[in-house]
T-cell receptor
Framework: NAGVTQTPKFQVLKTGQSMTLQCAQD?????MYWYRQDPGMGLRLIYY???????DKGEVPNGYNVSRLNKREFSLRLESAAPSQTSVYFC??????????????FGNGTRLTVT | RKEVEQDPGPFNVPEGATVAFNCTYS??????FFWYRQDCRKEPKLLMS???SGNEDGRFTAQLNRASQYISLLIRDSKLSDSATYLC?????????????FGGGTRVLVKP
């Protein structure tokens, strides 16, 4: 029972390098999300996809792009990494963005360091 | 003022004791509420939803006070395994969907 799987678990980048974080869910959820978690800041929404074929900006989208490849997969791309993007990134999914009591299911996280 | 605020702790709790902590929210349009648990260097996991009348799940009790705009979590008979960070999540329902806002978390350390 995999749930939400994200890769890689760890990554070190130099400033200006690019990378893509991969996320897949096997729960047939409609909505998927990318969050970042920084000390003292709580989780902040970067982008979300309410349903297959749609993506929208969250609270902190600058410097990121996303692709909802199909219902299962939602990737996050950093085109030109900056030290301010050093963080822990979590992918999550839920049955529906529109349902109030639709809880989030999180992946294991990616620890990204940009030097 | 942050939209969702939590005392970061840590709350140092003797094993077997009761601990309670609150989460305050600023948006009166918030309509649903959750507590998540996050272990060190792990992903958050849903602990429980919070309903208007309050709800209980084993040793955990969640309460909502809409008038004062806070939710609370109480843990009875604390176990060592309850040591974690507890995240409060507040959901504002908008026409386009839901806006979930996370608190910074309250750290609980249960000690023998």
């Amino acid at each position: 029972n995999a749930g939400v799987t994200q890769t890689p678990k760890f990554q070190v980048l130099k400033t200006g390098q690019s990378m893509t974080l991969q996320c897949a869910q096997d729960m047939n959820h409609n909505s998927m999300y990318w969050y970042r978690q920084d000390p003292g800041m709580g989780l902040r929404l970067i982008y979300y996809s309410a349903s297959e074929g749609t993506t929208d900006k969250g609270e902190v989208p600058n410097g990121y792009n996303v692709s909802r490849l199909n219902k299962r997969e939602f990737s996050l791309r950093l085109e030109s990494a900056a030290p301010s993007q050093t963080s822990v990134y979590f992918c999550a999914s839920s049955e529906s963005w529109a349902r109030a009591n639709s809880p989030l299911h999180f992946g294991n996280g990616t620890r990204l360091t940009v030097t | 003022r942050k939209e969702v605020e939590q005392d970061p702790g840590p709350f140092n709790v003797p094993e077997g004791a009761t601990v309670a902590f609150n989460c305050t929210y600023s948006n009166s349009a918030s309509q649903s509420f959750f507590w998540y648990r996050q272990d060190c260097r792990k992903e958050p996991k849903l602990l429980m939803s919070v309903y208007s009348s309050g709800n209980e799940d084993g040793r955990f009790t969640a309460q909502l006070n809409r008038a004062s705009q806070y939710i609370s979590l109480l843990i009875r008979d604390s176990k060592l395994s309850d040591s974690a960070t507890y995240l409060c999540v507040v959901n504002e329902i908008k026409a386009a969907g839901n806006k979930l806002t996370f608190g910074g978390g309250t750290r609980v350390l249960v000690k023998p």
